[in-house]
């Protein structure tokens, strides 16, 4: 089993900067991905970054490109999410999710471990 807990999510103004943590534990290893999705209200989970603990190319989804960074602390086993230059459009839950599929799977399916969320808003 793989537990994750996210943390850092709060009320920010547009144009503000977030960073998420997300800190796994439990039988985590270097070759799990470790992804961030997000749920706004009345609407899917959708991927947002991901990479996996041992490094390499992250993935990101079109519409964070350029403004937010994910990154890893591999001492810590934790990944975390940089988001510069917040839209009132990013206001969502945000959760991590690990898997040890191959490549960079963007779907929910592929992710079998999820963290409780934390609530990130932006205000205009």
């Known amino acids: 089993q793989v537990q994750l807990v996210e943390s850092g999510g709060r009320l920010v103004q547009a144009g503000g900067s977030l960073r998420l943590s997300c800190a796994a534990s439990?039988?985590?290893?270097?070759?799990?991905?470790l992804a961030w999705f997000r749920q706004a209200p009345g609407k899917e989970r959708d991927f947002v970054a991901a990479?996996?603990?041992?490094?390499?190319?992250?993935a990101y989804a079109d519409s964070v490109k350029g403004r937010f960074t994910i990154s890893r602390d591999n001492a810590k086993n934790t990944v975390y999410l940089q988001m510069n230059s917040l839209k009132p459009e990013d206001t969502a839950v945000y959760y991590c999710?690990?898997?040890?599929?191959?490549?960079?799977?963007?779907?929910?399916?592929?992710?079998?471990?999820w963290g409780q969320g934390t609530q990130v808003t932006v205000s205009s």
């Open positions: 439990g039988r985590i290893f270097s070759g799990h991905l």
């Open positions: 999710a690990a898997s040890v599929v191959p490549g960079v799977p963007r779907f929910t399916d592929s992710y079998a471990y």
């Open positions: 990479m996996r603990l041992s490094g390499g190319t992250a």
